[in-house]
């Protein structure tokens, strides 16, 4: 099994509208062949002293895949290369940590 952390990091003020076309996004990555788990999560805050500060344009996205052959596929699904265009001027960077339990 593969564990994904993908870490999105938006133009300010622009997360409602990103969410809302992900969420398009969700059911289409949700049937592909392997895909166990994915969603899009937002910091809360809690009070919690180890955790950070809440970050107000950050989209993290929790995977989990089959195996690494089902993430490759993934990312160059045809519904992976419509979406990308359609949010890129929302999204300022992203980053994967790739993740396999120990």
């Keep these: 099994m593969i564990h994904v952390i993908a870490t999105i990091d938006l ?14 996004l969700v059911p289409l990555v949700r049937a592909e062949a392997g895909c166990i788990e994915y ?10 002293g180890a955790q950070g500060n809440v970050r107000e344009n950050v989209v993290m996205v929790v995977e989990k895949w089959a195996d690494l052959p089902a993430l490759k596929a993934h990312m160059v699904a045809p519904h992976m290369q419509d ?3 359609r949010v890129k001027d ?7 940590q790739i993740l396999e339990p120990a």
């Design 90 to 96: 929302m999204v300022k960077s992203t980053t994967l």
């Design 11 to 24: 133009v300010e003020g622009k997360r409602q509208a990103f969410l809302q076309e992900f969420r398009k």
């Design 39 to 48: 969603g899009p999560t937002i910091d809360v805050a809690t009070g919690i």
């Design 83 to 85: 979406y990308r265009p």
